[in-house]
C-alpha cells in the first residue's frame, strides 16, 4: 500500500463530529514501515489530537524513531498544511529534507520539505549547553 493509499484509508476513521474536517496521515520510518493516524476530536476541543501526531505516535510505540517520508490528506479544496505543532512534531524525528506531501481527496498535492514547513525549527542543538 502506498502512503496515498494508507493516508487516504484512514482518513476514512477519522473522528471529526465537531468540524467535520477529517485528516489521515501516514508516515515512512527509516525501516520502510508505515504507519498511519488520523485526527480524533473531542468536545473539549484542545483535547484532541492531529492526524500527523496519532501517526508518529504509532511509530514510535513500533520502536521507531525516525521517519524519511509523510503524506497528509483532507477533504479540502486545496493541500492543508501540518499545523504548527505538527511541524514541530515531524521535524523531532525527520530530517529537514523530509518530503511531506499534502493533498486533497480530489488528487490535489503539493509537495514541501520539513525544512520548507518549518524553518528554522527548534531542535535538539537548542538544549545543548554552552
Request: proline fraction near 5%.
Amino acid at each position: 500500500m502506498t502512503l496515498k493509499d494508507t493516508a487516504t484509508a484512514v482518513w476514512q476513521n477519522a473522528y471529526a463530529p465537531y468540524s467535520n474536517f477529517k485528516v489521515g496521515a501516514a508516515i515512512r520510518a527509516a525501516s520502510g514501515t508505515v504507519y498511519a493516524g488520523c485526527n480524533v476530536e473531542n468536545v473539549a476541543y484542545p483535547e484532541g489530537t492531529c492526524a500527523e501526531a496519532g501517526a508518529i505516535a504509532a511509530m514510535i510505540a513500533a520502536g521507531e524513531t525516525s521517519l524519511t517520508e509523510v503524506y497528509v490528506i483532507a477533504d479540502a479544496p486545496m493541500p492543508v498544511t501540518p499545523c504548527g505543532g505538527c511541524r514541530q512534531k515531524l521535524a523531532e524525528f525527520g530530517a529537514g529534507d523530509v518530503p511531506v506531501t499534502m493533498a486533497t481527496l480530489g488528487g490535489q498535492e503539493q509537495v514541501m520539505t520539513l525544512d520548507q514547513l518549518l524553518p528554522g525549527a527548534f531542535n535538539q542543538d537548542h538544549m545543548d549547553s554552552a
